[in-house]
């Protein structure tokens, strides 16, 4: 771990670096920026997994320690030593952008000052409750939500069906994080992204209950 004076040291040569670059562009000093940017992630990457330490638990756990480099790289290009230690400036754009992410993925929202101060668990299977009658009314309905999505699923395109069995598990395996599912089929991120928004619209409009 940085001191905290070692922290400023390596954000206040980065700031000089930048100004150096936008004054003269050579590309010596462009060079080493570069260089010095990646010497600062590798320092301050165990910021983000001190902070997503707690999600290992989830099944989007990667996608939840991709969020925080991308908060600490956002901290790094927005830093101003004016407002205080670096320390305290990523801890406050990780530790925002880790919790409202693995806020989104529980099934119980709860607001992010509460969130911060919480333990998260994860939620993504409704607990078994045993009834001791046997209630064919409640089957019946479950039998027709099951029945509504697979019909609906299969109104998907082929790309859709692939990348939405993954993320959700509708194939009878553990649901895949976006991360897993790009390296699985060779995709990117944003174009994952994509495709289950679309999917999950199309299937919203054909779903009938």
């Not at 994080?177 to 174009?191: D, F």
Request: proline share 3%.
């Amino acid at each position: 771990m940085l001191s905290e004076q070692e922290a400023q040291d390596l954000m206040n040569k980065l700031i000089d670096l930048r100004v150096q670059v936008k004054e003269s562009a050579d590309p010596k000093i462009i060079s080493e920026l570069k260089k010095h940017e990646k010497i600062c992630m590798e320092q301050f990457r165990y910021l983000v997994t001190m902070k997503t330490g707690r999600y290992k638990a989830f099944s989007n756990y990667d996608d939840l320690n991709q969020e925080g480099f991308e908060a600490l790289v956002k901290a790094m290009n927005n830093y101003n030593p004016k407002k205080g230690s670096f320390f305290w400036w990523a801890h406050k754009y990780i530790d925002t952008r880790i919790s409202r992410s693995a806020n989104l993925h529980t099934t119980i929202r709860y607001p992010l000052k509460v969130a911060k101060q919480t333990t998260p668990h994860k939620e993504s299977v409704m607990p078994l409750m045993i009834e001791e009658r046997h209630c064919p009314d409640k089957e019946l309905e479950e039998s027709q939500v099951t029945s509504a999505i697979y019909s609906a699923v299969s109104k998907l395109t082929n790309e859709q069906k692939e990348v939405i069995n993954l993320a959700f598990g509708f194939d009878g395996d553990k649901p895949m994080s976006i991360n897993k599912i790009c390296k699985k089929l060779g995709i990117s991120r944003l174009s994952c992204i994509k495709t289950i928004n679309s999917a999950l619209s199309s299937m919203k409009e054909n779903i009938k209950i």
